[in-house]
């Protein structure tokens, strides 16, 4: 108890100093002020991911830390020492090192980010006042030399990502794999990075050093450099505690006793930087390392008794890792991957060799290019296996569970050792096969649906089935991962018809996750082409795909559902803006009617009053109302008393800036008699209906309202 004491008094402490110290620093008082900032650089630029922001693909910015030196504003000058994120579209940043002085303007805002003292935009050009030291410049070179190298494709973007932590070549998709499938962890610099690359000194070591003190200390002083080699980042030097705990467990030959050891890096880390406390990241590092030196050694000895030995330790690790992290894991993701394990299984064999080849190309790359390409060929063919299992592994269904059912479990097991004592197993193994089973009955969208609306943050993609894993799919969203993720719990490989109601972003951008490993038909398309950077894209990712554009009169039937185009007309039309970011492009979205033998669904894409009042008279009470333009304000009442829907769906994401949906417009469908599911609260929304008989069912809550059309 006094331990536990004690270390709660010392974090509180050093969090408490740390915060006060960024809370109290001078440019605290200058905040949303023009300022003039000397700064060094401490981590390398990163470019940011694609992201849509509103109707438009957003401008990719430059971010990195670094250490604010001194600041100017309104006349007077500040000597400070505090951390910074700089953010700024300057692409000369890219080649930035950790060490350069930068002198810039800027404007600094409250950032988010506990372990920063401000968010700093940078306003105008960079003044770089300093060169890269000549070890800043060898440790680029080597970095450098390996990404240029790889190669391309998803293998090619693997190996830096394994080696050193460069994802920066990796593509958005296969990132997603990489996550779905449980592999995330080989393309960040984890322990297992560290405790392989030491490993492997460690055993090189023993042909010059006997003796095992001297062969630890200079493995040591390695592992020194190759932190300085991926980054001193927090993360990093996480992972290096971790991996000396378990080098110090290897060298002693002692693993039950690294658990005081454990403890000391745990707290060591947390002292030298508090807010790893609160990172999800650290604690999978500590569960992880903990499962590998508690609960591995459990599962050989008990795999022993029924399979080979050498299975059975390949077994052990990734099957302790992920019990040990799967409550994090689900509570970050919200579901678990069973497929996983045996992803990890399957890429186990491969994991070492690339790391250390890879390794050791790096390290000559600068020095001889053609023994680099060499050995980067021989583990481009375990690379691209690791890819491959990715892709196979991120196809399987997850097991999405919820917090509730989370702490549910845990409180369970508790309950069940503490209570049942001699035969706690069998009982908590069965209280976990029905909570499974249940969590399995559950899940979204459950056995069979008829129209799907999948959540995708703020955007449209709506999905109506055909059956025989067939759909037609209306808009696809901002997000390409998530399309691909909504479209694989639908089970939708094929796709004879996709509409993309207008080339706005958050109704386009998500195509590629839409056309992975997927078959289309063909695609329907508006009239205007605005904004040109969209349709272009649209149109390369398209690639010998039918391409219609479609206008007021269009019909088509596949299966027993027939679409009727209502919108566009053939001429441009001309209508006053509303505000907003493209009221002439909303108002060229394509407007359908859907209808079947069990239900009737109208779709707008993002059309406005104008349009929808020249559609009074083309509609009736349909079943299902995807309601147009994320619920904004902007509707036609007489409009909405036509459509007199039973259901009204809203795709929209949560805390958007726009307010969407719009109150007035939720009460408005609500004293129309509509039930209103919105995929900001509800999640992913699924519908089944039998003779306008509809049921839905939510992701968020799994529940069932059974109401007549």
Known sequence: MLIFIAALLVGSTVMSLRQQSLADSAIQSFLDQPIEITAVVTTDPILSAPKVSGSYFALRNYSFIARAQFISAGGKNFRLRIPI????PEKSVA???PGQVLHFHGSAIKSKEARVAALVFVRGDIEVRTKASVWARSLASIRNGLRSNSGSGDAGALIPGMVLGDTSKQSVQFKADMKRSGLTHLVAVSGANFAIVSAFVLWA?????????????????????????????????????????????KGSKRPSDSLPALGFAIAAVVIADPWQARDAGFALSVLATAGLLLFAPRIITW???????????????????????????????????????????????AVAPITIIGFISALISPISLLITRILIWVIHFP???????????????????????LIGSLIILWCARTLLQAHWKKYVSIALCVM???????????????????????????????????????????????????????????????????????????????????????VWVSNNTDPLFESTRVQSWLKGIPINVVTRGIQSKISNVSITVLWPLITTQQFA??????????????????????????SGGDIEPPVQELLRADVTHVDIYKVCHHGSKYQDRKFMENLSPAIAMISVGAGNTYGHPAPQTVAALTRLGARVVRTDT????????????????????????????
């Open 383 to 405: 690379a691209a296996f690791i890819a491959w299992i990715a892709q196979w592994a991120a196809q399987f269904p997850v097991l999405k569970m919820s917090s509730t059912i």
């Open 205 to 249: 070591m023993q042909f010059f050093i006997r003796s095992i003190r001297w062969r630890l200390s200079a493995t040591a002083i390695f592992l020194a450099s190759f932190i300085a080699l991926v980054r001193p980042s927090p993360s990093v030097l996480r992972a290096a505690a971790m991996a000396a705990v378990l080098l110090v467990a």
């Open 436 to 522: 499974l089973f249940f969590t399995w009955l559950s899940r979204w969208p459950g056995g069979d649906w008829s129209v799907a609306n999948c959540d995708i943050g703020q955007g449209d993609s709506l999905v109506i089935n055909l059956g025989n894993h067939r759909g037609i799919v209306i808009d696809v969203g901002p997000d390409a991962a998530l399309e691909d993720a909504c479209l694989k719990a639908l089970g939708i490989k094929e796709i004879p018809i996709l509409i993309l109601s207008h080339f706005h972003a958050d109704h386009v951008e998500g195509l590629p996750g839409l056309l992975k490993r997927r078959n289309v038909g063909q």
């Open 303 to 349: 795999l022993s008794k029924y399979i080979p030995t050498l299975l059975s330790e390949a077994l052990a690790p990734p099957i302790a890792a992920t019990i040990f992290c799967s409550p994090v894991l689900i509570a970050i993701a919200g579901y678990l991957a069973p497929m996983s394990i045996i992803a990890n299984l399957l890429a186990a064999p």
């Open 577 to 602: 803006s509303n505000p907003g970011d493209g009221s002439s492009i909303n108002n060229s979205s394509i407007a359908t009617v859907i209808s079947t033998a069990d239900f009737s669904l109208f």
């Open 682 to 709: 509800d999640g992913a929304i699924a519908i089944t209906a039998k003779n306008h008989h509809l049921s839905i069912k939510l992701a968020q809550s799994g529940v069932h309202i059974f109401r007549l059309g």
């Open 95 to 97: 080649h930035l090192l």
């Open 85 to 88: 994120r700089i953010i700024t």
